[in-house]
C-alpha cells in the first residue's frame, strides 16, 4: 500500500469505527486502504492516558511456568491471558483494561 499522510481527524474516525465494530483491525483496516499496524498504532495512541490522567496501576499477581517464552495473567479466575516475553508493558495494561 502506497503511504499517505492522513488528518488527525481520519483517524479519530477510523478508531471509533473500529471501537464499535464487529469487524476485525485488520478488516477495518483494509476496508479504509491503511495497515493493521497503523490502525493499531492509532488506536493504541488513543487509548494512553495522558500526564494529567495518569494514576496508580494496581499489581497483578503474575506466574511464570516452566521454561515458557510466555506469561500468563489470570482475571477473575476464569479468564487467563497469555503474552510474548518482552511483550510491551503498556499493551497488556492497555488490554487488560480493556477487559475491566
Same mark, same amino acid.
Given at each position: ?45 488513543? =487509548? ?16 511464570? =511456568? ?35
Amino acid at each position: 500500500m502506497a503511504r499517505s499522510k492522513k488528518e488527525p481527524g481520519f483517524w479519530t474516525a477510523l478508531v471509533a469505527e473500529a471501537q464499535a465494530s464487529t469487524e476485525s483491525l485488520a478488516a477495518v483496516a483494509a476496508k479504509h486502504g491503511v495497515t493493521e499496524a497503523a490502525l493499531r498504532y492509532h488506536f493504541y495512541k488513543r =487509548e494512553k492516558p495522558t500526564e494529567a490522567t495518569n494514576k496508580t496501576v494496581p499489581m497483578l499477581p503474575v506466574r511464570v =511456568e516452566g521454561d515458557s517464552r510466555l506469561f500468563s495473567v489470570e482475571m477473575d479466575g476464569s479468564l487467563r491471558l497469555r503474552f510474548a516475553e518482552g511483550c510491551d508493558p503498556a499493551y497488556v495494561a492497555a488490554v487488560i483494561a480493556k477487559l475491566r
